[in-house]
């Protein structure tokens, strides 16, 4: 059995919604609750925080999208050499 160290692990997505139900193989003594992502006004994504740690505190949705932004940024930008 997995012990949850309260970061929401214990969290599972249901149907690709913001909805999470406790996973079942996960034992879990704290009462841990997705967050909303920094970007929720964008997005409108809440993660459990582990989710958001992985990806520099962000939904894995914005680092797609904000890397494709960064690229598009920089494709565009004239070379310098
Ligand atoms: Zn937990
Ligand atoms: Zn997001």
Redesign the pocket.
Known sequence: MEICNGDGCCLLRINNSNNFEKKKNIDCSYYCKPNK????M??H?I?PQCELDAWDG??C??EV?LEKQHEKIYLSRPRTR
């Open positions: 992502c920094p970007n929720y964008e997005c994504n993660c962000i939904c949705y914005c999208f």
